[in-house]
Every structure is written in C-alpha cells, then in structure tokens.
C-alpha cells in the first residue's frame, strides 16, 4: 500500500471520528452504561481507558455526561469493554421491541456523506447489532478493527458496493451478500455516481 494511499485512509478515519453523539439525552443514556458495564467488570478508569486506547479524561468526561462523545471514541470504549457497540446506547429491554424510522438514532460521518441506521432498538439483540447504511455517491467510511472475533455480514439492498477487507476488495451489487472477520480493518466504498444502500449485520464473540 502506498504512502498516498496510507495518508487518505488515515484522514478518512479522522474524520469519521470527529462525528458526535449530539443528543443530551442520549449522552447521559450512554453515561449510564458505561458506568455500569465497568462497575459489572470491576474496572477502574485506568484500566479502561488502557484497553480502550483513549485517555483516562475521555472515559471520565463520558460517565459524567461532559460533552458529546465521538462514534469513534464509543467505539473504542464497547471493544475496550467487551461489548457490542449498541449496547451503550441501550435503555431497558422489552419483550419486544420496535424501533420506528422517527425514533431511530441515526449517526453520521463527518462529512455527513454515509449514515448509519439502527434496525433494531438498541441492546435488544443479545451480542449483535443491525444497521442500515447509506452512501452517498463516491462516499467511503473506513472502520478500525472490532473487538476479537467480530463478524460482520453485508447485503446490497440498492446500488453498488465496494468492500475492503484488509488488502482485499470485493465488488457487490443489490442482492449480493458478503461475510467477513471485522476485526481487522475493513471500509465500504460507492464507487458509483448512484447511492448505495446496505444492511450491515454484526456479530460479537462475547
């Protein structure tokens, strides 16, 4: 891979983690949680920060609800605590649960050119998560590894799709479907002048 190319996925990265968690409602829903599944795991700050990778301030600017954090910084924080992403934007669980589009908590890149839709209400599937995503013509998201042993399978449902696994690159169109470990770096790509819309299934190994 050359530099050029090294320089891009670094900058897309950065600014996929610049997008924020905006509500205040939601900030103090994922406070909670953190606060929690730490406590569950008997970890200190320290401690999860370190297996989070982000800083000791970060983790304690979360749990007392201080700003908005960043998708990419929850991120960290669910791999650092073993859990899926989902899980700590999760309220209480109901026997059944129903998620209407208005109430979805959508998430974007930066750029707002790739959105993120929840098909499910969160922490309601046990170990995995659904997503809907859009991209814009062109647009492409890079994702750091998940936690160890996280799979992922996409399905095209509009447009075209270009999948990045590492050094591999899969071209998909609607209907097509693809599986693969997401615990090393991955990125989906529109490579046409057309929107793109798949499904993303993701599946933790807790």
């Not at 569950?40 to 297996?51: H, K, V």
């Not at 649960?97 to 929840?118: F, I, M």
């Not at 969160?122 to 998560?129: F, H, I, K, Q, W």
Request: proline letters at 4%; one cysteine or more; glycine letters at 8%.
């Amino acid at each position: 891979m050359d530099r050029t190319v090294r320089s891009r996925q670094r900058r897309a990265v950065a600014l996929d983690r610049r997008a924020l968690i905006a509500s205040d409602g939601l900030a103090a829903c994922v406070a909670q949680n953190v606060r929690r599944l730490r406590s569950a795991r008997e970890m200190s700050l320290d401690r999860l920060a370190s297996a989070a990778g982000v800083s000791r301030a970060a983790v304690a600017h979360i749990e007392s609800s201080k700003g908005n954090p960043t998708i990419g910084v929850l991120f960290r924080l669910a791999t650092g605590l073993g859990v899926p992403f989902a899980e700590l934007l999760a309220g209480s669980r109901d026997p059944v649960g129903l998620l209407r589009r208005s109430d979805a908590q959508v998430l974007y890149s930066a750029d707002r050119q790739v959105e993120s839709r929840p098909l499910a209400p969160a922490g309601s599937l046990v170990g995995s998560e659904i997503y809907e995503l859009r991209l814009a013509p062109h647009a492409k998201h890079l994702s750091d590894p998940h936690a160890r042993g996280t799979r992922e399978v996409v399905v095209v449902v509009v447009g075209e799709l270009r999948l990045h696994v590492g050094d591999e690159q899969h071209d998909l169109g609607p209907g097509d479907s693809i599986c693969f470990d997401a615990d090393k770096w991955h990125a989906y790509e529109n490579p046409s002048a057309e929107l793109t819309i798949c499904h993303d299934f993701v599946m933790y190994d807790r």
